[in-house]
């Protein structure tokens, strides 16, 4: 069974930086990308930032320059640097997987999400 298991969320000052990993396990089929995405009180689930396997990256405009998304292939696993946090940065961070079957299936897989918290 796939299981992504997220790490490192906690509570930050304002211009503080925080890490998170996620770590996939039971993964059968080739991975395609993996991402993160936030849900705050205010908004709907959005996009942080995604990388593909041969390392292409998507960041929303709001973090770009302060967040660095990176996979390791081998490990299975995405970091997440977050650097000069903002409170605005609040909210619970999903870890998202995607795959492909032999026979062409797609298939999406999420984490069951970490807390970042940044004070003013």
């Known amino acids: 069974q796939v299981q992504l298991v997220e790490s490192g969320g906690g509570l930050v000052q304002a211009g503080g930086s925080l890490s998170l990993s996620c770590a996939a396990s039971g993964i059968s089929f080739e991975i395609n990308s993996m991402g993160w995405y936030r849900q705050t009180p205010a908004e709907q689930r959005e996009l942080v930032a995604t990388i593909t396997r041969r390392y292409m990256t998507n960041y929303a405009d709001s973090v770009k320059g302060r967040f660095t998304i990176s996979i390791d292939n081998v490990k299975n696993t995405v970091d997440l640097q977050m650097n000069n946090l903002e409170p605005e940065d609040t909210g619970v961070y999903y870890c998202?997987?995607?795959?492909?079957?032999?026979?062409?299936?797609?298939?999406?897989?999420w984490g069951q999400g970490t807390q970042v918290t940044v004070s003013s």
């Open positions: 998202k997987l995607t795959a492909r079957s032999t026979n062409a299936n797609s298939y999406e897989y």
